[in-house]
């Protein structure tokens, strides 16, 4: 792998490397920058199986050194990514104040089912001064409660922070000057070692599409994916140990600059992140390509940030050098992955309020009910059906539970469908019941019908499926495969 040498993965790759050349970026570049959209896109739900409590996000510095690099990278991605996998953009976030409102804005967009529950920060977190731009140390100690996967929402008009209430995950995308980046280590910012930084490159010759158009189709299908499965994501035999020496060699850093220790210690976490986001893209378990994938992008950041932190180079390439020849030594068996292991919320704990991973709260009650509605427009999830009125409200649809409220069922929107009032009443008197992969069965004469419509965001807990099939047929394996 030479030092400029970008291994692209996956319907991201296809994407950067179809869309770079029309668009005046390097393919690079538009590659890192997808990663780090996408990442925050599922945070929400994804996890990996060996940090199962911290989000995926990838967070990436760009340093514009001179000013001529072109159009924005979040602007560009609004336009590729924002159907695929919608975002809340956040821009110029310098303060915890502002933070506080993104937060804020982005679980109001959320549980009135109009916005993803995550969002990205663009832009710049500087603010100029007289010696130069800094970051606010309010910002920093949210930022690094966030990294971590413990971030709490901010209250409003006040410094401080609600003790268990977590706030929606968030990456960062920060288009940086050359003179903004000294900000981060001027300021000895925590900021700096949770970041991968970039120096923009200039753009390149346009690259060969082998199947144009490919990648909005696959990263269309994985994003409903990611929201209906929920995935805790494992590791290949081979991917474990390179992720594994990769953790070992940072560990064991020899001659690296002791003043950027931090910023080395976390190249292991940054790789597993990249892998894992690589991974959701395809559906599947973290393999070695997606681990080379990142580390190819893990090595051109930390070459960019020795250039940028004028560090001595000779060390970092020594390290990088050493690095790669032990990947290329991990044995070529692949080896099978352990299934993708689902996250399934405790709800036999929630009680009237529950929580849900990775930030906000699990809607409840009306603002579980106001939710479906507005993802489905009151069309029923079984026939399709919207019942049109003469009144204000125009349409009317209800809330179907599964688990029956009489059964303890909660109400939360795993539990619920949005039906028209014909088949809410025959899937409350058990005439329709779901299959596993959430096919309709009409259990008078036996039939098996189409998969109900799911809402990308719509995550149905399996559990409820199952105990309303055991309550109606007396045997929660029935309808459990379709015909």
């Given at each position: 792998?030479?030092?400029n ?15 770079a050349?029309?668009?005046?970026v ?41 000013g001529?690099e ?46 993803a ?7 710049s977190?500087f ?11 309010s ?6 409660q ?6 709490r929402?901010p ?5 401080r ?6 706030g ?17 280590l ?27 158009g490919?990648w ?12 209906n499965t ?31 220790a ?9 790789v ?20 080379e ?22 060390a970092?390439?020594?390290f990088?050098k ?12 692949e080896g099978?992955?352990?299934?993708i ?5 405790a709800y036999s704990?929630l009680?009237?309020r529950?929580?849900?991973r990775h930030?906000?709260?699990t809607?409840?009650?009306s ?6 509605k507005e993802?489905?427009q ?13 009144s204000?409200r125009?349409?009317?649809?209800e809330?179907?539970?599964?688990r029956?409220?009489e ?5 939360v ?9 014909n088949?809410?009443v ?20 036996g ?21 309303h099939?055991r ?9 459990a495969?379709?015909d």
């Open positions: 792998m030479t030092e040498e970008t291994l692209f993965r996956g319907p991201l790759g296809d994407m950067a490397q179809t869309e050349g029309p668009a005046g390097h393919p690079a570049d538009l590659y890192m920058a997808a990663v780090s959209w996408w990442s925050a896109a599922v945070a929400p739900v994804a996890s990996i199986a060996s940090w199962p409590d911290a989000p995926v996000t990838v967070w990436a510095s760009v340093v514009r050194r001179d001529s072109g159009d924005s990278l979040h602007g560009l991605l609004r336009r590729l990514l924002s159907e695929s996998a919608p975002l809340a953009l956040h821009h110029d976030v310098t303060n915890r104040r502002l933070l506080g409102a993104a937060c804020h804005a982005t679980l109001r967009a959320e549980r009135a089912g109009v916005g529950p995550g969002f990205l920060l663009t832009g977190p603010t100029a001064g007289r010696g130069g731009s800094s970051i606010s140390m910002l920093e100690g949210p930022i690094r966030a990294w971590g996967g413990r971030n929402l209250t409003r008009g006040v410094g922070y609600r003790a268990g209430r977590p929606p995950p968030f990456g960062s995308l920060w288009e940086v000057s050359a003179r903004e980046w000294r900000g981060f001027a300021t000895d910012a925590a900021t700096y070692s949770r970041l991968l930084h970039f120096s923009r490159r200039s753009a390149a010759a346009r690259c060969t599409d082998p199947e144009p490919s909005r189709h696959e990263l269309a299908a994985a994003y409903g994916w990611a929201f929920r995935p805790e994501l494992t590791y290949t035999p081979r991917a474990g140990r390179q992720w594994h020496m990769i953790r070992t060699a940072v560990d064991h850093g020899g001659d690296l600059p002791e003043q950027h931090d910023f080395f210690v976390r190249i292991g976490d940054h597993s992140r990249i892998a894992g986001t690589l991974a959701t893209t395809e559906r599947t378990a973290i393999h070695s390509a997606h681990v994938s990142a580390w190819s992008l893990t090595r051109r950041a930390v070459l960019d940030t020795a250039d940028l932190a004028a560090m001595d180079r000779s970092v390439e020594q990088i050493g690095l790669d020849e032990m990947l290329c030594d991990v044995e070529p068996e099978r992955a352990a299934p292991r689902p996250i399934r919320p704990s009680g009237p529950g929580s849900g930030g906000g709260k809607a409840t009650g603002s579980a009910v106001r939710k479906l993802w489905y009151d069309q029923c999830q079984m026939c399709a059906a919207v019942l049109v009125l003469p204000p125009h349409r009317y649809s809330a179907a539970h599964i029956a409220r059964d303890d069922g909660p109400d929107v795993e539990n619920l469908l949005c039906l028209c009032p088949c809410h025959l899937f409350d008197a058990g005439a329709r019941i779901l299959t596993d992969d959430l096919r309709v069965v009409d259990t008078v004469t039939r098996f019908g189409e998969r109900i419509r799911l809402h990308r965001w719509h995550f149905i807990e399996l559990e409820f499926v199952r105990h099939r309550r109606w047929t007396g045997d929660e394996r029935r309808g495969l379709s």
